[in-house]
């Protein structure tokens, strides 16, 4: 939940040079009830809180440093995450880290993860669609989603699309309208909400106008960042 919530500050909108962050990218590990570490990949393989593993190949942890990291939420595994258990690897993972790479964001500094674990899908020939996860499976992982920014501590967590802002901020807004507010995590992270990366795939003239808007999302969110590791808060 959140305990406040405040308005942009358009300075960020301002080119970056660096975040300045740890880089090492390490998988998820540890005991799921030691705040210390984040949930293992075989602590959420096994999760049965929901029925989404009974057609998913893996649980997908989360990836990156395991403490006071930029954290980044998306929805939930693709059909390549599924495949291969890492978060972000497939299509929208590509047009994550273009937009990373522009946005001067050294991936091996942040740490990626869903909101929901296991891949959501429906058959469509040969293909596994994506299907959005139901409330109910949403808040069945909250609390992998609790655990891991309990064991992060980030300063700052960016929610990727409607999905991962629902779970952070438990409430329902559009993204347009989340986007203009700051939110405060009951952690104390800050909450930035943008587009989830499979929007642009899925834009096609509004594409290059939801990119810029990423973008500078992914800024205000690094530049805050930036000032609170500089503040040591």
Known sequence: ?????????????????????????????????????????????????????????????????????LMLVGEQPGDAEDRVGRPFVGPAGAVLNELLSEAGINRAGVYVTNAVKHFKWEPRGKRRLHRRPSVGEIRACHDWLTQEIAAVLPRVIVALGATAARSLLQRVQTIDSLRQEVSRHSSGAWIYVTYHPSALLRAQADSTRLRGIVLSDLRRAVLQFERLAQEGT
């Open 1 to 69: 939940m959140t305990s406040s919530t405040h308005r942009h500050d358009t300075r960020g909108d301002r080119d970056l040079k660096s975040t300045r962050m740890e880089s090492g990218v390490r998988s998820a590990g540890g005991n799921p009830d030691n705040p210390a570490h984040p949930p293992s990949a075989a602590a959420i393989e096994g999760c049965r809180r929901c029925d989404l593993w009974r057609r998913a190949t893996h649980g997908v942890p989360g990836e990156g440093p395991e403490r006071g990291a």
